[in-house]
């Protein structure tokens, strides 16, 4: 009996390095089951969008925090002609480790053709 284990095991180490990265992903997959940055990015942009019923145009931040996930998104609140007048806003969007909206908030709210103004003291 001893032969079919070592049978099962020459078999092993026969396959190739491929097939064996090809496995050992796979477990590691299955083990972590947390889903990739992209995956965040995709679910976080399809959730808001659900929710708030306004399409994200962008995300301009994206970090993994010890909570899970945190992502500032763009999106257009209020179309107008021409569009540089079209309103838009930032919502901060949170997420858990597996990429599932936990809140989110809207933070600014602006004109498409407006850039930020950065003035020193705050004026």
Known sequence: MANTKNTSESQNSRNSPKEKGAREGTENKVADDRPSPMDVLRQARA???????????????????????????????????????????????????QGQLTGYRRVRRYERGRADSHRPGGR
Do not use: I, K, N
């Open 47 to 97: 959730q808001l969008a659900e929710l708030t019923g306004m399409a994200a145009e962008t995300v301009s931040s994206f970090e993994q925090t010890e909570d899970g996930w945190s992502l500032e998104v763009e999106v257009m609140e209020l179309a107008r002609v021409p569009d540089t007048m079209s309103l838009m806003a930032s919502y901060q969007v949170d997420l858990d480790p």
